[in-house]
């Protein structure tokens, strides 16, 4: 959730303004380390020819 979706949450507003947007930045790096781990792992399905499976395998 991005601050301009608080903008009608003072105390978050100013939270953000003292210490950052940590939940941003907690996304921002789980994203960048879900694409590191899909590059260093294979996900290929073994028997079916090397396909890369189709279905998001993320944790929701």
Excluded: C, N, Q
């Excluded at 949450?9 to 994203?31: H, M, N, Q, W």
């Amino acid at each position: 959730m991005s601050a301009t979706v608080w903008s009608d949450a003072p105390i978050y507003e100013r939270l953000i303004r003292e210490r950052g947007d940590v939940a941003a930045d907690a996304r921002k790096t789980a994203e960048a380390t879900w694409r590191e781990v899909g590059r260093a792992m294979d996900f290929r399905l073994p028997g079916i020819g090397g396909h890369i499976a189709t279905h998001d395998v993320r944790p929701r």
